[in-house]
């Protein structure tokens, strides 16, 4: 297997991946997509909101954000808490609070204030929720990391893709982050996970080997 | 004029705007009030007051609207707006007051103002209060700015009155049945006044004679006879007055045979009195003849002894016109043509209800005051003897049920909210009175003339195929104008009447009808059609007279002028042309365009006209401006304006196959969107919002008029054309569940619950408030969980099924209840108001106010998220409809080189059989428009086309075609074969699966039978039919069918007595089993059965039948 780097820019990356089967490198688009764990908005405690969007379509909204990705965190299921509500090692805080003050106003995901500067939104530019005057908005929002299978705001990309060509057995991979973590890292880590799963895979054909 | 697409639709948007897509309803309404309420006041004019000797009359002077109010209970008067209507359950109505003089003798006393009753008002109509806002001043009074009106608010319920379409009236249509041996000749006459309708028919029947049937009279009546009854004594003037052509005259020969019985007038009366009241002295016969032949024949003429002429004249000529049709002179009328059509529309159907209110109430005004002066002599007051209730109720009632004088029912509907298309469709329907269970194939049928009138896509499938249809958007109906005007007119302009028109005139020139009546003769009746249609491009004629030449259908047949002035005429809009080329020039576009001038300047000034479809029988109409030849008379505006509000959504419908228009006609309008910007402050019992709705980037051109860029109903998804593992066989489709994740075809469902603490006889009422354990009907602790100390639950709660929403307890239902237990005071009774058994939800908002009748009112809008689940239906504006049969993840689906994964995969098998070429072309035209980033016209008739389309699309770097290659998301092979894959707009239906699934295991039984019960709202049990049973005893499987059939449905033990074969029972006190025949004798058995069947034993023993049971030892 041989890996060529086309285009390396911020937020998209284009390789080409010759050699390989095509299993391979669909594992590999596959893991993109639903494995590598990223932060995402999971829980949102509002405690004020009185603008016209209701709570369950905020709180979607909120999780659909793209916010940077600190690894450092550890997945709420393999976290030593146990705790539901998770704690300072599984989860980032982010808050927002805002009361449209003259007339309407569009409050950006810039407004959201996190608690660990490494979890913050991918961008300062989406909206999030139009009040008017006297609305008021005040939330509590959890950032935890997740798995695309579970659900599609915790895709660490907006595209992973390739073209082939079955004779050469060449794959012309594009990957574009949603900006939670640099594409590289994304490969890299789908790599990680495949290997993981192969030494998973090992260690449970090992109890097989020893009888 | 090299005028662009672009140009004559701004022409045509010009149209729609001025005459407004509900105008036709809020045009009747208001000249119902301006004119049709003061008609009816008038007719009555003087009331009678039959008080013995001394003369007193009422007389009735002018009636008066004033603005939209509420009395509250308090007796205070409060100005409303429709808002606080649709949230208090209140009537949105206005006051009428009439002004009333009672004169004694001939002197007249002090007029009174009198309260009358309230007229619902009509929203956006001249006197609702909406009419003088503007859009900003709208949403403060909590309305949807962009709301159509033209329906009612009656006990906070919208209605709308549908238009009826129904024959023209006082026209004279002429048939012919083949029922018997020889052909029936028959003319039909709908004579209509005010409020009054009678159907008169005149036959020439299979022994030659000509006779009349009219209402009143039992029997057919001789034509002779009655036109001698009408002051025409002599055989030769008769003969004179139906034609002056011999061929004519000679038909009627046996027609005078028939009449010899009565060759005078008074003999004639005497004749139709006998009818009438046979055996009864002369006079009494003459008066009552002569009222039915004043009253009931041709009342529109008049219906006073002066109008007898007028009478016979009419009768004369429809005589003439069922002779020609015998004679092939002329051939029979077209009953499905839509000049003998006319819409009735909110005004003239409110007339027929007032009028019929209004007599109630000056009958019981007469009533009352003759009780009360007889006792009180003199000092009376008219207000005080008027019970304005008796209009109020009886027009409320009437809007509230649809139920009609004449017991006509259906005429008012609930206006369709489920989104903004659905709303302005249902106010622009139109409904035949024709049975919708008889087959009436021509009725059903398009009709030529119906072309830029009615929507050839939008109707219904099924029963109501072709009898409910829609106003396409070229269509505006005629208002009318006094038919006076213009008999005056025609009378200037050359038009002989008809007693002074020489026989040479009669003979050779052409008859000039207005509105139906024969009104005159005119020398060149072409001549005269062509000046009078000057006159009126000159605007010294209404534009809403419309002429029509009808030429002789043979060379000794009579040629008609029609002159129509009436209302409820439905007519389209053409562009004038003269010599081969358009009025219409670029400047007029132009100044069109810059707003100096407005499409009524361009009606007055003769460049377009209104015609209906009896004057477009004169014209040929150019489609387009290349088509124009020195023969044509008229253009037509735009083609695609012939289409109604919701087949004009469809993008490309020239491409598919028209029935899939139809179905996507009915299926725009269960589709979820954004029915209204003010939901929040509505009331609709049930409503769904979708959450991000997008307009579709393959637009039509109509869609900006009626607001469906702002209102829209649907999102654009990527759409794949592939089989995916059989998950979308049988019209299934495929959702990326990341689509679903991310938003795509979120929806609100609202449903709103309703308590009102009543008031009851003795004082007694209901309480809101949590009820005490162990009241009757208590539903345990923890259904009343959620709701505070008032008995109300607080918004955001979370509820499931059979929560209680609001906390009630009420007096018992019967007095004698309590009587026993009296010491320990009145027992109450839970009513509490709950979630339906099968919903769940968060209370969205709670209203709490007062009702009219002053008792608390508390309805909570419960909101429940929707998110698309496996079995909910969508469509795309082809037809093609489907349910959700499997969510896959992103995954799993299958994508191109680009990264694009389709949200929906739909299966090929859709495609051929339903031939929708639309929705490819849509495709095409939305993978175009989203790569381009602007919008592509989908415009029927009118639009790029799908090679062009294609043509961009390589230009763009894709497959002509709009193929592409994708890969399998699973194995991460190339798929063998390109798919189509583009962007289509979707829509999702209202029917979800979670108003749907139901299931049962035990539950509860009905009363009567203790069979389960029926439907998903009351836990009913699915039912095992006929066809079920029938299957499993084919196949012998007896012990499930007792399962199924007894054990697990009514099993009863019943006890039989073997020796008489009746119902014995079990005596508890004595434990003893007894038959009243045998009773010592008796030997009972218990024996299972269907309880249903013990019911229906006893029933048959309740009807005097005595059933035996045989017992047998089981074998």
Known sequence: ?211 | MAVTQTQLWNLAKEFIHDSGLVRQHIDSYNDFVERGLQAIVDEVAELPIDIGDYPLRIRLGKIEIGAPRVIEVDGTERSIYPAEARIRNLTYAAPLHMEMIPVIGEREGQPEMVYIGDLPVMLKSRICLLSKLGPDELIGVGEDPIDPGGYFIVNGSERVIVALEDLAANRILVDVEHTGVNPTYKAKIFSTTVGFRARIECALKGDGGVYVTMPGIPSDIPFMILMRALGFEEDAKIAELVSTAPHVQDELEASYEKSLEATNARDAMLYLGNRLAPGQVDEYRLKKAESVLDRNFLPHLGRLHSDRKEKALFLAEIATRIIEVKQGKRSSDDKDHYANKRLKLAGSLLAELFRISFRNLTRDLKYQLERITIRRHIEFSIANAIRPGIITERVQHAIATGNWVRGRIGVTQLLDRTNFISTLSHLRRLQSPLSRSQPNLEARDLHPTHYGRLCPDETPEGSNCGLVKNLALSSSISVGIEPREMVDRLRRMGVVPVDEADKKLRTTGGKVLVDGFLSGYAKDPVGLAAELREYRREGKVSSEVNFAYQPPETDDGRSELHVNCDAGRVRRPLILVENGRPRLTEEHLLQLEQGRITWQDLVRSGIVELLDADEEENTLVAMYEHELGKEHTHLEITPYTMLGIAASLIPFPEHNQSPRNAYESAMAKQALGVFSTNYFNRCDSRSHLLHYAQTPIVQTKPMEVFNFLERPSGQNVVVAILSFQGYNMEDAIIINKSSVDRGLFRSTFYRIYEAESRQYLGGLRDKFEIPEAGIRGYRGDRYYRLIEEDGIISPEAEVSGNTVLVGRTSPPRFLEEYREFEVKGPTKRDSSVTMRPSEEGTIDQVFVTESIEGSRLVKVKVRDLRIPELGDKFASRHGQKGVIGLLVPQEDMPFTVDGVVPDVIINPHAIPSRMTIGQFVETLGGKVASQMGEIVDGTAFENIGPSALGDVLEKLGFEKSGRESLYNGITGEKLAADLFIGVVYYQKLHQTVADKMHARARGQVQMLTRQPTEGRARGGGLRFGEMERDCLIGHGASALLRDRLLEESDKYTAFVCETCGTLAYHDIKQNKYICKIDAEKAVVSPVSISYAFKLLVQELMALGIAPRLNLEERA
């Open chain 1, 1 to 211: 297997m041989d890996i060529k780097i086309l285009t390396r820019e911020p937020e998209t990356l284009r390789f080409i991946l010759s050699d390989a089967s095509t299993a391979f490198a669909n594992a590999l688009r596959r893991i993109m997509i639903s494995e590598v764990p990223i932060m995402a908005i999971d829980d949102v405690m509002v405690l004020e909101n009185n603008s016209v969007m209701y709570d369950e379509i905020l709180a979607h909204r909120l999780g659909l954000v793209p916010v940077t990705t600190d690894q450092s965190y550890n997945l709420p299921e393999e976290c030593s808490c146990k705790s539901e509500l998770g704690c300072e090692k599984c989860r980032a805080s982010l808050s927002l609070e805002i009361e449209a003050s003259e007339a309407s106003e569009v409050v950006y995901s810039s407004q959201l204030k996190p608690e660990n500067p490494d979890v913050r939104p991918v961008s300062d530019k989406i909206p999030i929720v139009k009040l008017t005057q006297g609305q008021r908005i005040k939330l509590e929002a959890y950032a935890r990391l997740g798995r695309g299978r579970v659900h599609a705001k915790w895709q660490p990309v907006s595209a992973a893709t390739y073209s082939y060509d079955p004779k050469t057995r060449t794959f012309n991979f594009l990957v574009e982050s949603t900006g939670t973590l640099p594409p590289e890292k994304l490969v890299l880590q789908a790599a990680r996970i495949i290997s993981q799963k192969t030494l998973g895979f090992e260690e449970g054909l090992g109890g097989i080997g020893q009888n």
